[in-house]
């Protein structure tokens, strides 16, 4: 059965970069089946995706925060990255990684992450 | 980009009746609909895929329809676990895009 589990700082200052990484257990990030994915959720909204990665490297980012993401694979640990830059109190969320599946769109995100709070705060 | 509005925003019922929410997409999605099932704290759970098809251990109390624009989850008699928020989502391959919406609140009466 494949697990995600998001690992990074809880607190991060504004202007810097937010660092997360998902490690993938019971299953392979370098699976051509599947799309990695990174969602956030502001206290007390709604979820807002944030962008997915392929095995390849291939990346599909949400263009409101297109100028500041960047996701990476390491497909040698079995994780996928997110690097948030010049984060405000904004960026403060809960913060989950999830499955996908490639290619037809019909599927949904079937495997979530717990999901992990980061707070921007000086 | 694709705009998905969810109706109503809060659904207050008691346990037993049928609940019936709704996702409305700004443009056709074709089936390629999901609705997921969140509860305070924890992650979001992927109830329905393919608009109809339930997700891998999803109890029969929980339907999915419809197609192109308009789409409904039902669940057909409610359980205390039920109260939570639903979302529904769609993933388009070109513009590759993901959008949710924003939510219903299903709430005991």
């Known amino acids: 059965q494949v697990q995600l589990q998001e690992s990074g700082p809880g607190l991060v200052k504004p202007s810097e970069t937010l660092s997360l990484t998902c490690t993938v257990s019971g299953g392979s990030v370098s699976s051509g089946s599947y799309y990695w994915s990174w969602i956030r959720q502001p206290p007390g909204k709604g979820l807002e995706w944030i962008g997915y990665?392929?095995?390849?490297?291939?990346?599909n980012y949400n263009p409101s925060l297109k100028s500041r993401v960047t996701i990476s694979v390491d497909t040698s640990k079995n994780q996928f990255s997110l690097k948030l830059s010049s984060v405000t109190a904004a960026d403060t969320a809960v913060y989950y990684c999830a499955r996908d599946k490639s290619g037809s769109p019909k599927y949904g995100m079937d495997v979530w992450g717990q999901g992990t709070t980061v707070t921007v705060s000086s | 980009e694709i705009v998905l509005t969810q109706s109503p925003a809060t659904l207050s019922l008691s346990p037993g009746e049928r609940a019936t929410l709704s996702c409305r997409a700004s443009?056709?999605?074709?089936?390629?609909l999901a609705w997921y099932q969140q509860k305070p704290g924890q992650a979001p759970r992927l109830l329905i895929y393919?608009?109809?098809n339930r997700a891998t251990g999803i109890p029969a109390r929980f339907s999915g329809s419809g197609s192109g624009t308009d789409f409904t989850l039902t669940i057909s008699s409610l359980e205390p676990e039920d109260f939570a928020v639903y979302y529904c989502q769609q993933r388009s391959n070109w513009p590759p895009r993901v959008t949710f919406g924003q939510g219903t609140r299903l709430e005991i009466k």
């Open positions: 443009q056709s999605v074709s089936s390629y």
């Open positions: 393919d608009a109809s």
């Open positions: 990665i392929y095995y390849s490297g291939s990346t």
